[in-house]
């Protein structure tokens, strides 16, 4: 299971969701133009010093992530698609998420069927970028019998 930035905007959430990545050794990669530089001391707080633990790929479009990275395309909705704890995830997903103002647009949304929603009430637009991120990865983490060996004390 991987996970997939396209085109992310925020700092702070890209860099916890690379936090999320480093704590279950899930790959992650970024789809430009991204709104921030790779640098950003935003990002690179909110990593903290997990940031060797990232495994990060940067692709310039998402035609060359294709090329790059094959598997089957997980793509999020906050308005279409299945909810997300009914949907069944397997083990090689690319979990793509949209840009936190915009979503994923519809050429991006057109190249798989395979599409999740988190429901939530009409009390907000969507969820944050990188609690959706969390939210998603450990379910399909769950239902593949992936998630990481409880740590011990």
Not at 77 to 93: K, L
Request: charged residues 20%; neutral net charge.
């Amino acid at each position: 299971m991987q996970l997939v930035l396209f085109e992310p905007e925020i700092p702070p959430n890209a860099g916890n969701v690379a936090r999320l990545c480093a704590a279950t050794k899930i790959p992650l990669h970024f789809i430009e133009p991204l709104g921030f530089k790779i640098d950003d001391k935003h990002l690179k707080r909110a990593g903290l010093d997990y940031w060797p633990n990232v495994n990060l790929t940067v692709h310039v479009d998402f035609n060359a992530f294709r090329k790059a990275v094959p598997g089957r395309l997980v793509l999020t909705s906050a308005r279409s698609g299945m909810v997300h704890c009914d949907f069944a995830f397997e083990p090689g997903d690319l979990i793509v998420l949209g840009p936190e103002t915009r979503g994923l647009p519809d050429a991006i949304l057109a190249a798989s069927t395979h599409r999740v929603r988190i429901p939530t009430f009409d009390t907000v637009r969507s969820l944050n970028m990188s609690t959706a991120a969390g939210i998603l990865l450990f379910e399909g983490l769950r239902q593949t019998d992936q998630l990481p060996a409880p740590l011990s004390t």
